[in-house]
């Protein structure tokens, strides 16, 4: 009998070029037929599999339910005998009479042999196919049935109740790693709890050598439990049978006191999976369940899954809160790094030539919802990102030197509104960076403090801010004003940059001068609600308009540079005048703060309904102190090279 798609091929290799079809019927109508082993006083069924493929042979193959998972699983489906006659060593055991002794791949040949003289073989050939083989000593894999311990993944509805928690108790980061174990928990079959390996953590059960019954007694397991914590796990190997049982150990079948040990351990995934026992309930300091899990994404197959068996098996209950899984480390260009291949960067090597704050920049910086790339290129862009977050610090602290929190500290109210604007935004940055945090998004908060400082601080709100340090008298109420904004910008960046930037906000929290400080900055307070109550969004949306206006004429004033109408911004002078109402409301309501914003000398506003930016040249002379054109330089016989506003700050 073979199957019709493969009956030419077959009569081909076997060299018949005459036959006859006796009869053609349908797979099914064989189903349940018994067939005669060729050589063994054994009938064997005919059952029908999915698996047999129609590109060798002739499409009815021998089926060992002892030897194989796909076997196995057809062998419970029609109840098929285990028939498993090879012994632990690879070696025939003694139900195969004649073959009794001989490793089963030196067997092929004899049995070759044995068919052939039968007359049951008509034809034979090598083929070459895919093969499972030891990782270590290379060698094919024999698949073998044996006793193994097992948990029932299905026992009192554990399988439904580890789904339910699943998709209601525990939070997944990032969320998709709900579906993926999901998936994984609702098609996994029973969990094989036993190991055939040398080493690792013993099961702790004894066999009957009369009758071969195990014995798992919860007293004897305390009995060895008590042994392996004075002496470690190796009790366990290193004495003997009437050592590990407590006295007057008896066999519940036959009353026998003779016993040989377990030889198997236990699943290393069931030592890591059971740490939430181990771990949290054995340390009064500890809450359980766990408010954190945090692995690769190959560990819902693993880790996570373990310890949710193992932890609802055990209490009923969840071993976590939540579970945050990552990608893992590849190079530039999303290869997996190995050191054959040479791409392998370490964290000694970014520490070494980077530093620590680096190291941690880049993995915060990172989305590991995905596989994290690093390389030289990578951690030199994030150096150029860190430079300019350490620049912004340092230019914050060295307009401090002379500020004292208790006594110079102007209220929130009475500073210039263009601080308060820079704290209404800081209160925006502290609320973001607080929910990304907490939903461990911290390349989101590197991004969002990154852009806050290059931009908004460094590129828009410093920018103006200079000329007023600078210039102005230094207990004056707008230079104090700017130094609270300034303290207090510089107090939330640390706090909120510390649990990433940790060296680099220490170093700087030892420069800046507070009566009564914590000692580190890893001590301090998150921001408090004060932060939040600087929030304005009038204000935010008031200076969004003037900054977008700021944008446009900026790049009017690098035009007018790049062909030599003036060289410095404070050789300019702006005439603005807008179409849009609401916008010429705006600036007749700020025209005294525009020469600051645009960081002009002279900046005049047209309250005519047109768009117009035209620059010239300032008019007056240069200000020795400040730099600015004025035309009242001079006008001062005892300062004739100051400007109006330098004599009266000196």
Known sequence: MLAKDLLDRTMEKIGVKDFKVLKTIKGKELEGSEARHPFCDRKSMVVLAEYVSMKDGSGCVHTAPGHGREDYMTGKKYNLPVIMPVDSKGRFDNSAGEFTGMEVNKANKAIMEKLKSSGSLVHEEEIRHSYPHCWRCKRAIIFRATEQYFL????????????????????WIPQTGQSRISAMVKNRPDWCLSRQRYWGVPIIAFYCKNCGQVMLDPKAIEHVASLVDREGSGAWFSRKEEDLLAKGAKCAKCGGGNFVKETDIIDVWFDS???????????????YPCELYLEGSDQHRGWFQSALISAMAI??????????THGFVVDGDGKKMSKSTGNVITPEEVMKRYGADILRLWVSSSDYAEDVRLSEEILKRLSDAYRKIRNTYKYLLSNLYDFAPANNRISHDKMLEIDRWILSRVSTLIKGASLNYESYAF??????IYQFCVYEVSSVYLDILKDRMYTFKADSLERRSGQSAMYELLLCLLKIMAPILTITTEEVWSCLKIAGKADSIHLEAWPDDNCQRWLDKALDDKWAALINLRETVLKKLEEKRQVGVIGSSLEARVTLAVKDEAMRKLLNENKDILRYLFIVSQAEFKNTPEDVIDIQKAKGAKCQRCWNYSEEVGSDSSHPTLCERCVKSI
């Open 273 to 287: 999976g059971v740490s939430h026992q181990a771990v949290l309930k054995r340390n009064r300091d500890l809450k």
């Open 315 to 324: 209490d009923g209950v969840v071993p976590y809160k939540s579970v945050l």
């Open 152 to 171: 029932k993944i299905d026992h009192d509805d554990l399988r439904n109740k580890m789904l339910g928690a699943i998709t209601q108790e525990i939070g």
């Open 443 to 448: 390349h989101k908060v590197y991004r969002d």
